[in-house]
């Protein structure tokens, strides 16, 4: 399946996993996605990702027209060096304006796989840590 998001892979215990960063254009998804590189992580594709299940897990890979290419604002597409496919263990809807400061934990199913799901801010000087963080009690 096509889905509107950006994908990062970070290198955890269990090897690359990946995040999507889903919301509407000028969400902020690229930024966070850009923001994460810098702090190692691989980006999976931009924008445009295709997801899909693989035995019981979900994987995401770049869509065929932007692979490798990353828009970042004031720059342009910018080449960058992808990681595909990449173990999807995470969804991160970026979202700004009032979030619950305490949330219950959210799931939401893809392709049949159940992910654990974080509504965040991309745009909050922590969100890359918040991020990380979220994706290590993913793998917990």
């Not at 828009?71 to 342009?76: I, N």
């Not at 969804?91 to 893809?110: H, I, S």
Request: net charge positive; aromatic share 6%; with cysteine.
């Amino acid at each position: 399946m096509l889905m509107h998001a950006t994908a990062v892979a970070g290198w955890t215990r269990k090897g690359w996993r990946s995040v999507l960063l889903r919301g509407p254009s000028g969400a902020g998804k690229s930024d966070l996605a850009f923001r994460l590189m810098g702090r190692g992580w691989r980006l999976v594709g931009d924008d445009y990702v295709e997801v899909w299940a693989s035995g019981n897990g979900l994987f995401v890979g770049p869509s065929e027209r932007i692979a490798g290419l990353m828009e970042v604002r004031s720059l342009g597409l910018v080449g960058v060096r992808a990681l595909c496919p990449a173990r999807a263990v995470l969804l991160v809807d970026c979202a700004t304006g009032p979030l619950e400061r305490l949330p219950e934990p959210q799931t939401e199913t893809l392709e049949g796989v159940r992910l654990p799901r974080l509504a965040l801010d991309p745009f909050e000087t922590s969100a890359p840590d918040k991020t990380i963080l979220a994706l290590s009690r993913a793998l917990a």
